[in-house]
């Protein structure tokens, strides 16, 4: 089940040692020379961004492991092979089919936990993309949608060809509000499967979502989709963002984002976040991408990924200069709309839409 408020965001002390010896492994691997010039910089994006998003001090590394956590792995699962994954004998498909019918049982019973560690069991014994599926189906239920969705993914990357996951991965991302994703999902499971008439009423549900998104944007292009991040960190005592040129001729905004975009961070979080707005194709019956506009041509930003990129810019900003955001929040309170002695909170279109 999802954390409670109070403790969203706690780590314990085992959860943060167990990064500790994950960026550990990540640095070994660069220290002995095995990896590429392109990996390392992604590598060093990485520990960053570990440090940063688990709260990790130099005090965090003077935990030791007794084994590198790559040792721990191989001893846990025992996959020291060439190949992949080891071919299932006989015996272990039928049992693993036995665990994946106490699951759907479980399911239908309501606990979705017991069903997953169910379909965990299952999918050890057998890689069957139907055992993904069906844990995928069980996530959605716990409103774990991001889990249920790479459960589809890896599900069509054993079995391009199979329809339920597009069409279950489709559920979840409509869940997310990601209708663009959804749609595109949709359209791939009827290629597939023609006649299915779930897929085709899902789909249709998430094209008027989709189109509903788009005519709310059109409409009120002044709707700031950073209102709950960027907009809410530097406006908040004014009702908003400040207008653009107010920033472009503001010498200390203008010195912050130049120190902000020299960050590592912020530079992978603005690649990743252009790389998913960026038209894209899917070919090989792939699955669409988690971010973006996903298997299809070019689809507009979701009002949901821009949200979520402009909560994680204003995260990062107000952790790397607390102070300066607070200067800057004060210096823009009066500056946020046309009448700076308006105290009513902002007219139309400087609320934050709905999620």
């Known amino acids: 089940m999802s954390a409670s408020g109070e403790n969203k965001g706690k780590l314990s002390v085992d959860e943060k040692n167990l990064v500790v010896s994950f960026i550990q492994f990540l640095r070994e691997k660069v220290s002995k020379n095995e990896c590429t010039d392109d990996q390392i910089e992604g590598l060093e994006v990485a520990v960053q961004c570990l440090e940063s998003a688990f709260g990790l001090t130099d005090k965090n590394y003077a935990f030791q492991p007794s084994k590198t956590l790559l040792e721990i792995f191989k001893t846990a699962e025992g996959l020291n092979i060439d190949e992949d994954f080891p071919t299932p004998t006989q015996a272990e498909i039928e049992q693993a089919n036995r665990l994946k019918e106490e699951g759907n049982d479980l399911v239908k019973a ?92 899902n789909l249709a549900i998430a094209q008027e979502k989709l189109e509903e998104a788009k005519k709310t944007f059109s409409e009120n292009p002044q709707a700031n989709p950073f209102a709950g991040g960027l907009g809410g960190m530097l406006g908040g ?29 912020i530079q992978n979080m603005m690649s990743n976040m252009m790389g998913s707005f960026m038209p894209r194709g899917a070919a090989g019956g792939e699955a669409p991408a988690s971010g973006g506009s996903g298997a299809g041509g070019a689809g507009m930003p979701n009002l949901q990924d821009l949200l979520q990129a402009g909560a994680q810019m204003a995260q990062q900003m107000q952790q790397a200069n607390p102070e300066l955001v607070e200067q800057l929040r004060r210096q823009f309170g009066g500056m946020g709309g046309e009448n700076p002695d308006d105290n009513t909170g902002g007219g139309p279109g400087q609320n934050p839409p709905s999620q």
Do not use: H
């Not at 996530?139 to 339920?164: S, W």
């Open 237 to 265: 005592l004014g009702g908003g963002m400040p207008p653009l040129d107010q920033i472009l001729n503001n010498p200390q905004m203008m010195q912050f984002a130049s120190q902000m975009m020299s960050d590592p961070n």
């Open 110 to 201: 309501s606990k979705f936990e017991d069903a997953i560690l169910r379909y965990n069991q299952a999918i050890k014994l057998n890689r069957d993309p139907i055992y993904f599926c069906n844990r995928a189906a069980a996530y959605c239920r716990l409103d774990q949608y991001d889990l249920a969705i790479q459960d589809c993914r890896t599900a069509l990357a054993l079995d391009p060809k199979y329809a339920k996951a597009y069409g279950r991965m489709g559920l979840a991302l409509s869940c997310q509000l990601r209708y663009d994703q959804a749609v595109e999902a949709y359209k791939l499971a009827l290629e597939l499967e023609p006649e299915n008439e779930s897929y085709k009423n």
